[in-house]
Every structure is written in C-alpha cells, then in structure tokens.
C-alpha cells in the first residue's frame, strides 16, 4: 500500500466509489494522504479529528468534510469514540457532463473550489439537511449494490444531486474554522509558513528554530498530527502545484520543476511518480 496515495477500483466507465457507514479505529485508518478524485465525508457519529491542507478539525456528529482532488488529509479517530462516516469518491469530470450539454455556467464542483477558497473544508448540516443526505447515500449504496437497468445513471444523477445540496449550502462569507485548541499553534504558523514559501528551500531545522522546540520534537509531533513528515509534505505541496501547472500552462516540464522549487530534472520525474503514480507528461496529457 503506497502511504500517499488511494488507489480506486472502480468502473472505469463509472468514476465513483462508496464507502458507507464506516466504522475507523487507530489501527484500521490507513494513512492515504493524496488522490485526484474529490471525496465528501459524512460523519454519523463518534468523535475525532482530521487534517485538510493546512487545518485541524474537530469531527463530530453530522460535520461534513468537502475535500478536493490533489488535496493533503488524514482522519485521526478518536480511540475511545471511533468515528462512523461514509465517504463518497468521484471523479470530477463525470459530473460536469449535464451543466455543459444544456449550456450552463453552474458547476457541481463550485463547492469545492469555494472551500479551497476558503480553506474552510467543513459544512455543519442541519437535521433535516442530515437525514435527506443519509437517504441519498442509502439510495447510491441500493444502485451499486443492485445493478439495475440504468444504475449507472441513476448514480451520476444521485450524486449530482448531492453535489447540488451542498452548492446550495456552502456561504462564501462562512467563518472560517480553526485548527484545535489543544494543537500547538506552533504547528499552524509551521504549515502556513511552508504554504507561504513553497518553493523556496526551506528545512527541518528553521521551521524548529521558528517554532522555539528542537528539530525532533517539530517532527514527531509533524508527522504525528499530519500523518507525512517534513519533507514528505513540502514535497507533496509542491507536486500539487506542479499538477496544477502542468494542467493550467503551456510551460515545459523543465520550467514547472523549477517553479515548483525542484533543483533537478531527475529528482522532479522521481518525486512526482512517487506521489501522482504516473511521469509528469503522461498526467499532463491525461487531464
């Protein structure tokens, strides 16, 4: 299992996956970290915390988590009340079908954008908002499980209708959620700092020395709390930013490694196997 990045299975026709009613423990949760699908999760109940980006949140009981493609997360459950969710994976290209055909601005992925946005990932849903979206997830588990004539659409239509509810639901204007109370703020400036200066070099031991605790103790909690260490994360920052370039410019690959904070071709082409599992031409070409 690559800790960094999920693999799907899916129909390759059919870009989505659920996963329904999940119930996570320390030692079950495995640690992928990174994957270009978009993901929603839905918390039933218990407790615990999860890293998106660059922030902490507290999970609780019908929080819903909005995490797009290319995005650093991990679920910390709690081990005396193990979280509950369900997480539903897609593919964003399948759902944007329908708005192009009919001539639509609208995009079912705004609401995403808006939370990266943001950088505010959590929705808290209302009790009627939780039950209509447990009945749409049960309804997604009842197609894939049945197979109908028409199940493949019927999931699509499901989705997007989700999708919809949660455009409809998200505030630009919404406050902003902070990291934990009983997280060192230390750690917050840490990954903001990074964020700030991405493709500069930057080491273990200034972000310790900025941080006034010794470089082990920065990265045991690091990689404690995040689930990546130091260098591990810098790094995945920075192939995030090189998927975006490579998807967004007509820059050559050379120039997006050295955008991206890369000294060397050959270490750029190994980093970004590692991460996105394929050569930064064939991605490029993909998308």
């Not at 039950?131 to 239509?157: H, N």
């Not at 082990?216 to 909690?221: E, N």
Request: net charge negative.
């Amino acid at each position: 299992m690559d800790p960094l990045r999920k693999h799907f299975v899916s129909d390759a026709a059919l870009p989505v996956e659920l996963v329904l009613r999940n119930t996570k423990n320390l030692q079950a949760e495995l640690p992928d970290h990174l994957h270009d699908w978009f993901e929603i999760i839905y918390v039933h109940n218990g407790a615990g915390s999860i890293f998106i980006n660059h922030a902490f949140y507290e999970m609780e009981e019908g929080d819903l988590y909005l995490i797009p493609g290319n995005t650093i997360h991990k679920t910390m459950p709690d081990p005396d009340q193990p979280i509950t969710s369900s997480a539903l994976f897609f593919n964003g290209q399948l759902v944007q079908t329908s708005a192009a055909a009919l001539k639509d601005a609208f995009s079912f992925l705004q609401c995403f954008e808006t939370a990266k946005l943001n950088r505010s990932y959590k929705l808290e849903l209302l009790p009627a908002e939780r039950t209509r979206l447990e009945e749409l997830l049960d309804e997604l588990q009842e197609e894939f499980a049945s197979k109908q004539p028409g199940y493949k659409q019927a999931i699509v239509l499901l989705l997007q209708t989700i999708l919809l509810r949660m455009n409809r639901k998200i505030n630009p204007g919404a406050q902003k959620h902070t990291h934990s109370e009983s997280r060192p703020h230390w750690l917050q400036n840490a990954l903001n700092d990074i964020d700030s200066h991405l493709v500069q070099d930057i080491s273990l031991s200034t972000l310790a020395s900025r941080a006034a605790v010794s470089p082990s103790y920065f990265s045991r909690m690091f990689k404690q709390l995040t689930g990546l260490n130091v260098m591990e994360y810098i790094i995945a920052k920075r192939i995030i930013y090189a998927k975006e370039l490579l998807t967004e410019t007509d820059g050559t690959v050379a120039e997006i490694a050295a955008a991206c904070g890369f000294e060397s071709l050959p270490h750029f082409y190994r980093m970004f196997k590692k991460f996105a599992g394929s050569t930064p031409a064939r991605y490029k070409r993909n998308e």
